[in-house]
């Protein structure tokens, strides 16, 4: 049963600290994105990768976050510093895009971050 | 800027019955779109996904109708159950996106034994 599995599943730290979440797409998907999901502004794309080159990062503040993707098997998402407002559930995502036109997406079960 | 509204927010409703979830979106320069139901404090879960050339897709007891020339998609679950309650949300792939998808707020849907 192929799935997206992410790591922590639940973080607590305190401001300032830094934060990484990790995730493993499902195999043979070209294609990893990361979302954020807060009550007050639902899901935000943060950013993606097609076959592990940053495609669009546009969603994701540049001064305090970071996403990278060492191997095809993992992608991280880092927060140096981290600040209250951060606290969300991050989720990853991972698809199979071989066609402009088809884009299906399967979410990770998501890293929920608390920073105090 | 693509916007994504799904109504109600909010439904109610008696097991055994069948419902509609409404998705409109403003760009109808779309690739497809997908929908998802989200279970509280889990991912979410792909439902559906509507090609733009197409008019509906169907799984089990779930059938999802795209009218993209309007801006609509409805979502039809029939002889709803309890395991049917959770929050379902439509997002959509805009042709000049990329692989962004833009979602909408979600309906909570609850079924009540």
């Known amino acids: 049963d192929a799935r997206v599995t992410q790591t922590p599943r639940h973080k607590v730290t305190e401001m300032g600290q830094e934060v990484t979440m990790r995730c493993q797409p499902i195999l043979g998907h070209n294609t990893v994105f990361w979302y954020r999901q807060t009550m007050m502004q639902g899901l935000e794309l943060l950013a993606y990768f097609r076959n592990r080159a940053p495609l669009d990062d546009s969603g994701m503040p540049k001064d305090r976050f970071s996403a990278e993707m060492p191997d095809a098997t993992l992608a991280t998402l880092k927060i140096q510093p981290s600040e209250p407002r951060d606290s969300a559930v991050y989720f990853c995502?991972?698809?199979?895009?071989?066609?402009?036109?088809?884009?299906?997406?399967?979410f990770g079960p998501g890293t929920r971050l608390t920073v105090l | 800027k693509q916007e994504v509204t799904q109504i109600p927010a909010a439904l109610s409703v008696p097991e055994g019955e069948n419902l509609v979830l409404n998705c409109s979106f403003t760009d109808s320069a779309i690739y497809n779109l997908q929908w998802f139901r989200q279970d509280p404090g889990k991912g979410l879960t792909s439902l559906l996904l509507?090609?733009?050339?197409?008019r509906e897709q169907t799984s089990g007891r779930l059938n999802a109708s795209l009218d993209k020339s309007s801006g609509r998609s409805t979502l039809y679950i029939a002889a709803s159950q309890p395991g049917d309650s959770a929050t379902y949300l439509c997002a959509v792939r805009g042709e000049t996106s990329g692989s962004r998808l833009t979602f909408g707020e979600g309906t909570q849907l609850t079924v009540n034994p």
């Open positions: 995502a991972s698809g199979l895009v071989l066609a402009p036109s088809y884009n299906e997406q399967f």
């Open positions: 509507i090609q733009s050339s197409q």
